[in-house]
């Protein structure tokens, strides 16, 4: 009995310095990885996070760090911590630690980590605004705490006033922007920066002729594309209305900035570069021409009743022999301290009256801005 139980004792010593031979091969100088904290257990895509521990960097071992089961950046690794960067598209979830070399390995979970949706601007409305106007960022993955955003225009701080904690952030263009990029971040998580600049508005520009205004002003910077564009320049001279505003005469010129002429489909870069405007070449041009006296009266000049416009001075349409030459008309109307124009026709009124927004001096002339453009009289 008592050489049966020797002989067991040795088979089952024998088991056990097998098992430890097997480990001892499988984990060859590796030492078990310990999580014991993170600095933060809230964060964003790009944010840097710490982790604090013991054996996370191990002589001639791989060292990895996933966030819920997406791989990390480490950008600093030590024995005890290591810092790295939130993937994007990462959901919240336990971090886990892995050293390794080929196919051995050992792992270590840590804490929880809660990540917020990253936040994204696509639009802004207005598409250009002054300084201290007020702006919408439109995207994704707002706070609703108007606090919890941060935007910057050019490099400096704008106000943000409303967010509606989802996809709308309303702020203030700061004093002093240019016309550059801007950058936001949410919950002082990491900070991204638009690809597009955000066009600022100048009050005034070192302008001789409208057309130096509307090269420069970048509310109408697709007009000043538009009035010089190849489709309608090979007819006759004022077929381009660059070549009419070019000149330096003095004129009034009321007129819509971009967005109205966007909105209505007729200007749009893609317009601009491939398309012929359509249907009749000249109808883009007598648009404006049916807007623009061609006198210069400043905002005090300003009279009610009819005025005739620059469609008057035998410009278009030379070649119509059954043209009547008939007068072509604005009418001003002032209301309270406001100003209104509207067109007129051989029959009557044609639209509705539009308010002058604002006026810029340009050289002899004045730019009226309105919020719309003026109709025109297909029948002219």
Known sequence: MKQIF?????????????????????????????????NKDFVQAGDTITVYGASLQQEALQTELALAGRPSKIVQLGKDSLQAIVPVNTYSGKLMITVSRDNLF???????????????????????????????????????????????MDEKTAKVVYSNGKDSLKVIVPAGANTNTFSWRTYNGPV??????????????????????????PAFSYMHAAFTHSSVKNYMRYD?????????RAVSYFFPSNDPWIAQGILTPERMATAVVAPNNYTFVNFPLA?????????????AGKHETALDENIVFPYDSWRTYRKNYVQLEKIGNDWYVQALTYWGTLGTPLKIQRVHKV????????????????DY
């Open 106 to 152: 050992a792992s270590a979970y840590g804490p929880a980590v809660t990540v917020a949706a990253t936040p994204v601007v696509t639009d802004f409305s207005p598409k250009y605004a002054y300084e201290g106007d007020t702006i919408a960022l439109i995207g994704l993955n707002f706070p609703a705490e108007p606090a919890q955003n941060a935007v910057w």
């Open 291 to 303: 807007s623009i006296l061609p006198v210069s009266l400043s905002p005090e000049q300003l009279t």
């Open 240 to 248: 381009s209305l660059a070549a009419y505003l070019e000149t330096g």
């Open 192 to 217: 991204y920066e638009s690809t597009a600049s955000f066009p600022v508005r100048k009050q005034q520009y070192a302008a001789a002729t409208i057309m130096d205004w509307l090269r420069q002003d």
């Open 6 to 38: 020797s002989l067991s004792t040795l088979i089952l010593l024998a088991t056990v310095s097998c098992k430890r031979d097997k480990n001892e091969t499988a984990l060859p100088g590796i030492k078990q990885p310990v999580i014991s904290s993170v």
């Open 363 to 378: 050289g002899n002339s004045y730019l009226y801005e309105l919020k719309a453009p003026l109709p025109y009289d297909l």
